[in-house]
């Protein structure tokens, strides 16, 4: 399959069902779009819908759904910014929960918006870093 050979990094760091649903969304739109940035995009809009990105990989979401405005939009739509694959639908309890989890400073202070950008950042900086390291 040629979604496997072409996993993203965050995407081995992952448990085997997210593997799984991103390997099925990716072949699935090789066939339907063609080889390109579609296939990619339309894996990962696949994906959010029952994972969320924590730190440098995947973990299930507790509810499955889009997680932002641009996941929930259909193909052919006006292309929206994307939360980086936080759970920006999620609940202000379950953002904070995950920032403790990657323990992000001034984390109870921080309005829902501020949290799903905290998360965002040190996602990216966690994956950048993991990905120099491996």
Do not use: C, N
């Not at 799984?20 to 819908?49: E, N």
């Not at 924590?54 to 193909?75: F, I, L, N, T, Y």
């Amino acid at each position: 399959m040629p979604g496997r050979e072409d996993l993203p990094s965050t995407l081995l760091r992952s448990p085997r069902h997210a593997q799984d649903t991103w390997v099925a969304a990716h072949d699935s739109a090789l066939r339907t779009y063609g080889p390109g940035r579609r296939a990619q995009q339309t894996a990962f809009s696949a994906l959010k819908h029952s994972f969320e990105k924590v730190g440098d990989h995947w973990e299930p979401k507790p509810e499955r759904g889009p997680s932002d405005e641009q996941a929930a939009r259909g193909a052919g739509e006006p292309a929206r910014p994307t939360h980086g694959g936080v759970d920006a639908t999620a609940s202000r309890q379950h953002l904070y929960e995950r920032a403790k989890q990657l323990g992000i400073p001034g984390r109870s202070r921080m309005s829902k918006e501020d949290l799903v950008t905290a998360l965002e950042k040190e996602s990216r900086r966690r994956t950048a870093k993991a990905r120099r390291e491996g």
